[in-house]
C-alpha cells in the first residue's frame, strides 16, 4: 500500500531555512502530482506546493512564491520543499501528499489529494 512520510521539520529563527523530504513507498510517483500542504494552529488546510508533469510543472501559493521550492527526485520517489527567508506565519505542519489523476494538486486544493502522510512540524520563532 502507498505511503508518504515526512522528514525535516523543527525550529528556526525568521529568516532561516529549512528543507523537507517526503519519500513513498509502494507506489511509483512518476506519473503522479505529489504537492505540500499546512496547518497553522487554529487554520485550515493550506495548498503550499505542487509537483506535476513528472516535476516539469510546478505551483505554489502567493503566500510562499519566491521563498519555496519544490522538487523531485523519481527515481528516489522522494519529493522535497526547500524553504528559505521562512516568516513566523510560515509555522504549521506540512504534509505531503499524492493525487492519483485530476488536477486537485496544481490548484493547491486539499479536499481533492487521495494519500497524505502524518506531518511534520515547522516552527518559525526567535
Known amino acids: 500500500q502507498l505511503q508518504l512520510v515526512e522528514s525535516g521539520g523543527g525550529l528556526v529563527q525568521p529568516g532561516g531555512s529549512l528543507r523537507l523530504s517526503c519519500t513513498v513507498s509502494g507506489f511509483p510517483l512518476d506519473y503522479h502530482a505529489i504537492g505540500w500542504f499546512r496547518q497553522a494552529p487554529g487554520k485550515e488546510h493550506e495548498g503550499v506546493s505542487c509537483s506535476s508533469n513528472h516535476g516539469g510543472v510546478t505551483n505554489y501559493a502567493d503566500s510562499v512564491k519566491g521563498r519555496f521550492t519544490i522538487s523531485r527526485d523519481n527515481a528516489k520517489n522522494t519529493v522535497y520543499l526547500q524553504m528559505n527567508s521562512l516568516k513566523p506565519e510560515d509555522t504549521a505542519v506540512y504534509y505531503c501528499?499524492?493525487?492519483?489523476?485530476?488536477?486537485?494538486?496544481?490548484?493547491?486544493?486539499?479536499?481533492?489529494?487521495?494519500?497524505w502522510g502524518k506531518g511534520t512540524l515547522v516552527t518559525v520563532s526567535s
Open positions: 501528499a499524492v493525487e492519483m489523476y485530476g488536477s486537485s494538486c496544481a490548484f493547491l486544493r486539499y479536499s481533492g489529494m487521495d494519500y
